[in-house]
């Protein structure tokens, strides 16, 4: 068992192509939301400005709510937009050559927030991606009514894209 860990060590050392190539690296993707009292779709667009970061911008819009107090969002309170920095950590932990991690710092019309995602690339140019996003604090310390939507825990998964 000790040998086969071992080897399995040297092999991950080895690999050195990663699914993010660093500086000029481009991303997009598209994908569904998937939070508290609404789904809907979301898109990033990345770009590489180092051998392990990028940044980017990610937006949401909620297509199914739920009402409250029998009024229906407008669209302000169903869309977001931010600006994102992404820490490309795969190589860092010689992860198979397929695979990006990257959390990250997000910065948005209705939050200061982190995110954690992972990609999986078939080919060179088309993937799937999982993404985690979470407020880390709120412009509005006491969130009401539609306000909520997008000041949550959201989950979002879709087709990652090299371009």
């Not at 695979?99 to 995110?115: A, C, M, Q, R, S």
């Amino acid at each position: 068992m000790k040998k086969l860990i071992i080897f399995t060590l040297f092999l991950c050392g080895m690999v050195n192509a990663q699914v993010f190539t660093g500086k000029g690296d481009q991303k997009f993707q598209v994908g569904a939301n998937i939070q508290d009292h609404g789904t809907g779709i979301m898109v990033t667009y990345d770009r590489g400005l180092g051998k392990n970061f990028s940044v980017g911008l990610v937006s949401s819009y909620l297509l199914g709510v739920e009402e409250v107090l029998g009024e229906k969002p407008d669209f302000e309170d169903r869309f977001d937009l931010k600006a994102r920095f992404n820490a490309n950590i795969a190589d860092v932990f010689n992860i198979e050559e397929k695979v990006d991690i990257y959390p990250g710092l997000d910065l948005g019309l209705k939050n200061f927030g982190g995110h954690l995602g992972a990609r999986y690339y078939f080919t060179d140019g088309f993937g799937v991606f999982s993404e985690m996003q979470f407020p880390i604090a709120k412009y509005d310390s006491d969130v009401v009514g539609f306000e909520k939507y997008n000041n949550q825990f959201n989950f979002s998964i879709g087709a990652s894209f090299n371009l």
